[in-house]
């Protein structure tokens, strides 16, 4: 069975700070995929990033950054130099191969940013 | 480009009631999407739509859910006779599909309510 856990309920930093958000996968598959999404208070969720198992590469697109570890796994996501903006619950998600779009979710960590 | 649209965004009504949402997806998304959300916890695959036809609704309770998308296009979901556990968020997504991206649009939801 898949599994995504999120231990970290809430977190709350200060503007500028650096957080990272932890995330916890299982599966007994060998090729699966990983995600993250942001959930604004509007709702709708964001997709923000997506890994494929063979790619452990950590990536960086602006101020966010993913480290993907299989030997842990892990995927966490961190934040550099946080802003107001950023606060949103945000979820890290698995899929596998036989289906790749349904998304297994983990519960969620809510990010309070303030200022 | 139009993003997901869900309607109606709040509903409450009393146990045993019955309830509609409806879900129009990104003009030529061919995969579409509902989960369930309840609070404090990740997005829950219900039913999951190719076109018309059905990919996935194993977590669907079908003796009181069922789900529609008669012409490939916009979805309804129906709840008969609700409970006070079905309270929940219930999102629709869309997507490209077909190739497994994971990439999924979401709407912004509807908030149900069950007394």
């Known amino acids: 069975a898949q599994k995504v856990t999120q231990a970290q309920t809430e977190i709350s930093v200060v503007e500028k700070e650096d957080v990272t958000l932890d995330c916890v996968y299982e599966t007994r598959d060998t090729t699966y995929y990983l995600f993250w999404y942001k959930q604004p208070p509007s709702g709708e969720l964001v997709f923000l990033i997506r890994?494929?198992?063979?790619?452990?590469q950590n990536e960086i697109s602006g101020r966010y950054s993913w480290n993907f570890q299989k030997s842990t796994s892990s995927f966490n996501f961190t934040i550099t130099a946080s802003q107001v903006v950023d606060s949103a619950v945000y979820f890290c998600?698995?899929?596998?191969?036989?289906?790749?779009?349904?998304?297994?979710f983990g519960t969620g960590t809510r990010l309070q940013v303030f200022p | 480009e139009a993003g997901v649209a869900q309607s109606p965004r709040y509903k409450i009504i009393e146990k045993r009631q019955s309830v509609a949402f409806w879900c129009n997806p990104i003009s030529g998304h061919a995969t579409l999407y509902w989960y369930q959300q309840i609070l404090g916890q990740g997005p829950k695959l219900l039913i999951q739509?190719?076109?018309?036809?059905?990919?996935?609704d194993s977590q669907l309770p079908k003796d009181r859910f069922s789900a529609e998308r008669l012409k490939g296009v916009d979805s309804t979901l129906k709840i008969q006779p609700a409970k006070l556990e079905d309270s929940a968020v219930y999102l629709c997504?869309?997507?490209?599909?077909?190739?497994?991206?994971?990439?999924?649009?979401f709407g912004e939801g509807s908030r149900l309510t069950v007394l």
């Open positions: 998600a698995l899929s596998v191969i036989y289906n790749t779009d349904k998304l297994i």
């Open positions: 890994r494929n198992s063979f790619d452990e």
């Open positions: 997504a869309s997507s490209s599909g077909g190739h497994g991206t994971g990439e999924l649009f």
């Open positions: 739509f190719q076109n018309n036809g059905v990919v996935d």
